[in-house]
């Protein structure tokens, strides 16, 4: 064997290997700043079609709760399926009027004072802190009552079609927006399969039986959510508007009112509902703070262990962190909006990734509850 000298990998002189160096560093701060822009216009896009996608969302959301109606008066009745959606809007409509009718006044009235009510609550709440070093240490990192006022009566993020368009800001602008919801909501719950096969024909054909079945099992868990959801409103609405009367607390149909919608927000909704109760009595009778308390940690006790196990027997279980967690990502993202949405919103994300992620690409099965 011939013992030649081994060459060097080595061979390129030092200016050469800082000029790769150079060629390499510029071609990562080219990558680096496409990712960073890239990014930017995809979060740009997604907050700028966020308000409408979540507008969808809630029409679609209204369509499963019509036709879960007409369904069943379908099942039960020999009426044919167009008849049945149309006699369910009709029922629809003349309950909500009639609700106006008899009680919009009344409602109105007492929602107006509950606003001045609240506000005077407040002002001696604060006065009462004012008193103790350590209550004014709080109210300093705390914005005012006038402040909080301000922000409500500003509207806030509480107005979601503002970001869609400025017309929406009137109260005119309020009323087409609610009529443009009603209509997309109706159209969806006529021809609901119109609209799941035109999106199905995006998908690739070997993947649409799937994603077939993730849709319907989807739109089946979110018509038991809703189910759920519009028997606990009726079951806490009564009974705290009942209970309220009882201990001669003002304002309770209004109060009744609040606790009821926020029934629709899981976990922190009954916490809302309480802060105004709690106001009230602390401004009428002080002493009576304490039964509204025990008055709602009741009613919500009934509602978690009597009302929600009897209809939840389908229902896809989340626990509580999770719709926590979902909430808080809503809420700073869409703001109150994004938090009344981010139950229905984590249930149908949470069955998406189970059934085409955890199922089909990783392969461990899990048991889907029976429809």
Known sequence: MNNLPL????????????????????RRLFL?????AFLIVLANFVGATL?????????????LGVRSISDWVTKHTPLS??????????????????????????????????????QESLSQFEEQLRQYSWGEQILQQLPTSEQLSQQISSGGNLDIFTSITGIFSSTLGFL?????????????AAQPEVYRDNFLRLIPKEKRDRIRQTLTQVADTLQIWLLTRFISILVIGVLTTVGLLLL????????????ALAGFIPT???ILALIPAILVAFITTPYQVVAVFLLYIGIQMVENYLVSPAVEKRMLYLPPAYIIVAQMLSGIVAGPFGLIL??????????????????????????????
Do not use: H
């Open 51 to 63: 308000s409408v996608l979540l507008l969808l969302f809630l029409c679609g959301l209204i369509a």
């Open 32 to 36: 680096a700043v496409g990712l960073i």
């Open 81 to 118: 399926d167009k008849v049945a959606l149309a006699l369910t809007v009709i029922l629809i409509v003349v309950l909500l009027l009639g609700l106006a009718f008899f009680l919009g006044a009344r409602l109105a009235g007492q929602f107006s004072q509950l606003g001045s009510t609240l």
């Open 268 to 270: 922190l909704g009954p």
């Open 7 to 26: 060459q060097s990998d080595t061979t390129d002189s030092p200016s050469e290997r800082l000029q790769i160096s150079w060629v390499m560093y510029k």
């Open 176 to 188: 087409s927006s609610t009529i443009i919801i009603i209509f997309i909501s109706l159209f969806l």
């Open 248 to 259: 001669n607390i003002p304002l309770a149909l209004s109060l009744g009112i609040l606790a």
């Open 342 to 371: 981010a139950a229905p919103l984590a249930t149908a994300l949470v069955i998406i990734v189970r059934m085409l992620y955890v199922e089909d690409v990783l392969g461990d099965a899990m048991e889907t509850p029976p429809t």
